[in-house]
């Protein structure tokens, strides 16, 4: 079966522009997930899909990150504006119902550099 | 709030040689799930083995197997037989009810 397709695989930008990450999961998978994972640390999730629906964003900045999961499928991560520390990869991640559902399968990721 | 925690940040082993990876995590839970995911250069994180807490028996997938301690709140994992490609960062996590918390990972060099 294909991967969790994502892209950019990089992307560098300027402080307070706006970057947008798109992810493809694995078909049929009910669950998509996107990660932040800053140099030296391990990935933070940041908002949990099932379905179309947002199970968990507490971890998200709202003020500037934002997501969505149109028809239940594909998935955009945009921050806007950018700041310095927003620099990280960007994992996508997608897992299928029960009782598969607690193996997730992660995407090459997207790595951000604000300068 | 769930915490794990990889107390190696980095790790080296020979090649044919046996190493072990600490992790221990922090829950007030009786049921959940512990996993070891390897994250090559390339940067695309897979599972290496996985652990129901229910389950009394340590997990073993070929070379790689765990030692779980559930009373400890430990899961090591173990890798024989350490081979080139198994140089990664590895990370240990823990999955309760549906999040997936990490820890800071360890990062393995295999040495020829």
């Known amino acids: 079966e294909a991967g969790v397709a994502q892209s950019p695989r990089y992307k560098i930008i300027e402080k307070r522009q706006s970057v947008a990450f798109w992810c493809n999961p694995i078909s049929g998978h009910a669950t998509l997930y996107w990660y932040q994972q800053i140099l030296g640390q391990g990935p933070k999730l940041l908002i949990q899909?099932?379905?179309?629906?947002?199970?968990?964003d507490s971890q998200l900045p709202k003020d500037r990150f934002s997501a969505e999961r149109l028809k239940g499928v594909d998935s955009t991560l945009k921050i806007q504006p950018a700041k310095l520390e927003d620099s990280a990869v960007y994992l996508c991640?997608?897992?299928?119902?029960?009782?598969?559902?607690?193996?997730?399968?992660f995407g090459a990721g997207s790595r951000l550099t604000v300068l | 709030a769930q915490t794990v925690t990889q107390s190696q940040p980095e790790m080296s082993v020979q090649e044919a040689e046996t190493v072990t990876l600490s992790c221990t995590y922090d829950?007030?839970?009786?049921?959940?799930?512990l996993f070891w995911y390897k994250q090559p250069p390339s940067r695309q994180m897979i599972l290496v083995i996985r652990?129901?807490?229910?389950?009394?028996q340590n997990a073993t997938e070929n070379r790689f197997s765990v030692n779980f301690q559930k009373a400890a709140k430990s899961f090591s994992l173990k890798i024989s037989d350490s081979q080139l490609g198994d140089a990664a960062m590895y990370f240990c996590a823990y999955r309760r009810p549906r999040k997936l918390v990490f820890g800071k990972g360890t990062k393995l060099t295999v040495n020829p």
């Open positions: 899909f099932q379905n179309n629906g947002v199970v968990d």
């Open positions: 991640a997608s897992s299928p119902e029960p009782p598969g559902a607690n193996v997730l399968t």
């Open positions: 652990q129901e807490a229910y389950k009394q």
């Open positions: 829950t007030s839970e009786s049921d959940y799930y």
